[in-house]
């Protein structure tokens, strides 16, 4: 770009400085085509613009489509088995018929266990370590090891979980311990969840509290806790799906290959007690693909069709809960 | 003229960086008292060491010492427990003494001793409370109109509803913000535009009835006309309170302050009655920043 502006103007409308001789009331018509015309330079800008969204939306796409194709293959391979009655039967007949209610039963309890444990642990912890915990070595250390807790492999929890609840602590292998377990797993998801949901409040909003005079938990109670709390919600929920799924924690401390548990009357809805042994989903899944001859693969599908839609349905449901949320939001 | 705050050595780093430089300064009360300066000079530092929110920021090394009613900020709740029972101590020789004298029919100690400052700050909450603050950026909390203001007092234990309502209209009127809030009292106050918010500020910084009110260039957010009020209302306000005015206006500070400090480099240059400052500075840097040459 050189010259002055108003050279440059001049020439637009194809006029020469000084050319400009008319009488008062008279204008000069300037063609919008001179000024608005896209140059080249902007014209190749606009190609890249949409080259950069396809290649965003593109791969928004293809996270999308393995979703929907598995749970698609999942549903036709199933189809025959899915029933009412086979959500609310046990299996029979060496696991080759019947349907999965011991299992589905025992994965609601040990998720309602394990979060009875591990959400108030986690939310309170993560409510101290970014409301009051100062920045020394000691928070670092916290931290650090809340990091490391939520990089540990599964399998390696569930070892821990037979060290410490089913051995150490003498609760067997059980409901109980199975729990305790998935809590430990879930402990560093929670934590971290909080602290996210807590860390959206604006810093603004606490100093201002603080200059009226109010406390650090006057504060918290007032105004960080009202308005961080759904964040939080969308963490436990999503730690629930996550903790539905897992195999290898279960394995060894409290899941059983078969347990009858009554499918019939009110005692149906709470067949286990915290010491026994209980059956699960994803365990079920695992046992049924690999140690039982001759299932009949309607069930094999059915089941992970079921556990698929749990999480799924959970999921959604946290989604929603967000979406609701975040339109109320305050600021 | 008693000091309300008082300064004495004041140095405050956040970690390598200075951001005041052994500053002594006394802030006499019921004026209006200007801190003018350049930015960077460590005018809003200054304030933040009045209400000892200098403790949210994890890097500042504070030394020296404020003294808010004769109290070091720095020290406040922090002794008392001993304080009381030194006081009870004595109370209970006094007594002790008075009953042996009326046992022994002699004149006893003519009245009880009170060692104790008249209201003394009790807790760093208390002296919060005492302080009302206002920063540059307008800030409304996620409640209502109504609960912005009266979020204060309900943490100070005022709970009657009438005295509320009384106490919220007052505090809206001084703001100038109750004409165009009146009406929609439960609106959010996250939802005014940027002026009315800076005034919920300022009426929020009321609704716990400071006795020392701090305004950092407060002006920022504001239309001149409002801000004219604004500052009327300040004028009014000296009578019942001290004020500490920060601000980068030099006019401002002119228009409103009694006494003037120039800040400038986190140092404290000058202070001096206004008039004096702005007509016949001591210091040559304050006459050419004053006189619109720097800053």
Redesign the interface.
Same mark, same amino acid.
């Given at each position: 770009m050189s010259g002055p502006p108003e050279q440059r103007t001049a020439a637009a409308c194809s006029l020469l400085p000084g050319e400009l001789d008319l009488q008062e009331g008279q204008a000069v018509p300037l063609a919008p085509r001179d000024i608005f015309t896209a140059s080249s330079l902007e014209r190749w800008k606009k190609v890249k613009e949409t080259i950069a969204k396809l290649v965003f939306m593109a791969m928004t796409m293809a996270l999308v489509l393995p979703v929907l194709c598995v749970f698609g293959y999942l549903v036709v391979k199933a189809w025959p088995v899915l029933s009412v009655s086979f959500l609310l039967e046990n299996p029979r007949e060496k696991m080759t018929a019947g349907g999965i209610w011991a299992p589905l039963v025992g994965t609601f309890s040990l998720v309602f266990l394990s979060l009875v444990v591990c959400a108030p642990v986690g939310i309170l912890a993560g409510i101290y370590l970014n409301e009051y915990a100062?920045?020394n070595w000691m928070t670092r250390i916290i931290n650090l090891a809340v990091m490391n807790l939520a990089g540990v492999p599964s399998i390696v929890h569930a070892l821990f979980g037979v060290g410490a609840f089913v051995l150490f602590a003498g609760m067997g292998r059980s409901l109980l311990a199975a729990s305790c377990t998935l809590a430990v797993m879930s402990l560093p998801v929670i934590i971290t969840a909080t602290r996210e949901a807590l860390n959206a409040v604006p810093r603004?909003?606490r100093? /201002?509290?603080?200059?009226?005079? /109010? =406390?650090r938990w006057?504060t918290i109670r =007032?105004?960080v806790l009202?308005?961080s709390i759904s964040g939080m919600l969308t963490g436990v929920i999503f730690e629930v799906a996550r903790a539905a799924g897992e195999t290898a924690p279960i394995l060894f401390t409290g899941a059983v290959f078969f347990t009858p548990v009554p499918d019939h009357g009110w005692s149906s809805f709470f067949p286990y007690r915290l010491g026994d042994r209980c059956m699960a989903l994803s365990m079920h899944l695992f046992t049924l693909a690999t140690q039982v001859r001759d299932v009949p693969e309607e069930t094999l599908y059915g089941t992970a069709v079921v556990l698929f839609g749990l999480v799924l349905a959970v999921n959604s449901l946290s989604i929603g809960l967000r979406a609701y949320l975040r339109s109320r939001k305050?600021? | 003229m008693n000091a309300s705050i008082r300064f004495s050595q004041v140095s405050v780093s956040y970690g390598p960086k200075a951001a005041l430089r052994d500053v002594t300064l006394e802030i006499p009360e019921k004026q209006i008292f200007g801190i003018i300066g350049p930015a960077n000079s460590g005018k809003t530092t200054l304030l933040k060491c009045i209400n000892r929110t200098i403790d949210f920021v994890p890097s500042a090394r504070v030394t020296g010492e404020v003294l808010v009613r004769g109290q070091n900020v720095f020290r406040v709740g922090r002794k008392q427990r001993w304080v009381a029972l030194a006081n009870l101590g004595k109370r209970g020789a006094w007594r002790t003494r008075a009953f042996l004298g009326r046992v022994l029919r002699k004149a006893g100690p003519a009245a009880p001793p009170d060692s104790r400052s008249p209201d003394p700050i009790r807790s760093v909450y208390d002296l919060r409370r005492r302080v009302g603050m206002v920063f540059p950026l307008p800030v409304g909390l996620p409640l209502s109109v109504y609960e912005n203001v009266a979020y204060a007092p309900r943490r100070a234990g005022i709970h009657d509803r009438h005295e509320l309502d009384a106490l919220v209209e007052k505090c809206l009127r001084q703001a100038m913000l109750w004409d165009e809030v009146k009406d929609r009292l439960d609106m959010l106050g996250t939802r005014l535009s940027g002026g009315q918010q800076q005034r919920l500020t300022l009426a929020r910084a009321l609704s716990h009835r400071p006795q020392i009110l701090c305004l950092d260039e407060f002006s920022i957010a504001i239309d001149p006309v409002t801000t004219m009020k604004i500052e009327d209302i300040l004028l009014e306000l000296k009578e019942q309170m001290t004020i500490v005015v920060a601000t980068n206006l030099v006019h401002q500070a002119r228009r409103l302050a009694d006494r003037t400090a120039f800040f400038s480099d986190s140092r404290l240059i000058e202070v001096d009655d206004t008039e004096t400052l702005f007509t016949r500075p001591a210091n040559r840097l304050t006459e050419r920043f004053v006189n619109g040459e720097f800053g």
């Amino acid at each position: 770009m050189s010259g002055p502006p108003e050279q440059r103007t001049a020439a637009a409308c194809s006029l020469l400085p000084g050319e400009l001789d008319l009488q008062e009331g008279q204008a000069v018509p300037l063609a919008p085509r001179d000024i608005f015309t896209a140059s080249s330079l902007e014209r190749w800008k606009k190609v890249k613009e949409t080259i950069a969204k396809l290649v965003f939306m593109a791969m928004t796409m293809a996270l999308v489509l393995p979703v929907l194709c598995v749970f698609g293959y999942l549903v036709v391979k199933a189809w025959p088995v899915l029933s009412v009655s086979f959500l609310l039967e046990n299996p029979r007949e060496k696991m080759t018929a019947g349907g999965i209610w011991a299992p589905l039963v025992g994965t609601f309890s040990l998720v309602f266990l394990s979060l009875v444990v591990c959400a108030p642990v986690g939310i309170l912890a993560g409510i101290y370590l970014n409301e009051y915990a100062r920045d020394n070595w000691m928070t670092r250390i916290i931290n650090l090891a809340v990091m490391n807790l939520a990089g540990v492999p599964s399998i390696v929890h569930a070892l821990f979980g037979v060290g410490a609840f089913v051995l150490f602590a003498g609760m067997g292998r059980s409901l109980l311990a199975a729990s305790c377990t998935l809590a430990v797993m879930s402990l560093p998801v929670i934590i971290t969840a909080t602290r996210e949901a807590l860390n959206a409040v604006p810093r603004a909003f606490r100093e /201002a509290c603080w200059n009226m005079g /109010a =406390t650090r938990w006057q504060t918290i109670r =007032t105004i960080v806790l009202p308005n961080s709390i759904s964040g939080m919600l969308t963490g436990v929920i999503f730690e629930v799906a996550r903790a539905a799924g897992e195999t290898a924690p279960i394995l060894f401390t409290g899941a059983v290959f078969f347990t009858p548990v009554p499918d019939h009357g009110w005692s149906s809805f709470f067949p286990y007690r915290l010491g026994d042994r209980c059956m699960a989903l994803s365990m079920h899944l695992f046992t049924l693909a690999t140690q039982v001859r001759d299932v009949p693969e309607e069930t094999l599908y059915g089941t992970a069709v079921v556990l698929f839609g749990l999480v799924l349905a959970v999921n959604s449901l946290s989604i929603g809960l967000r979406a609701y949320l975040r339109s109320r939001k305050k600021w | 003229m008693n000091a309300s705050i008082r300064f004495s050595q004041v140095s405050v780093s956040y970690g390598p960086k200075a951001a005041l430089r052994d500053v002594t300064l006394e802030i006499p009360e019921k004026q209006i008292f200007g801190i003018i300066g350049p930015a960077n000079s460590g005018k809003t530092t200054l304030l933040k060491c009045i209400n000892r929110t200098i403790d949210f920021v994890p890097s500042a090394r504070v030394t020296g010492e404020v003294l808010v009613r004769g109290q070091n900020v720095f020290r406040v709740g922090r002794k008392q427990r001993w304080v009381a029972l030194a006081n009870l101590g004595k109370r209970g020789a006094w007594r002790t003494r008075a009953f042996l004298g009326r046992v022994l029919r002699k004149a006893g100690p003519a009245a009880p001793p009170d060692s104790r400052s008249p209201d003394p700050i009790r807790s760093v909450y208390d002296l919060r409370r005492r302080v009302g603050m206002v920063f540059p950026l307008p800030v409304g909390l996620p409640l209502s109109v109504y609960e912005n203001v009266a979020y204060a007092p309900r943490r100070a234990g005022i709970h009657d509803r009438h005295e509320l309502d009384a106490l919220v209209e007052k505090c809206l009127r001084q703001a100038m913000l109750w004409d165009e809030v009146k009406d929609r009292l439960d609106m959010l106050g996250t939802r005014l535009s940027g002026g009315q918010q800076q005034r919920l500020t300022l009426a929020r910084a009321l609704s716990h009835r400071p006795q020392i009110l701090c305004l950092d260039e407060f002006s920022i957010a504001i239309d001149p006309v409002t801000t004219m009020k604004i500052e009327d209302i300040l004028l009014e306000l000296k009578e019942q309170m001290t004020i500490v005015v920060a601000t980068n206006l030099v006019h401002q500070a002119r228009r409103l302050a009694d006494r003037t400090a120039f800040f400038s480099d986190s140092r404290l240059i000058e202070v001096d009655d206004t008039e004096t400052l702005f007509t016949r500075p001591a210091n040559r840097l304050t006459e050419r920043f004053v006189n619109g040459e720097f800053g």
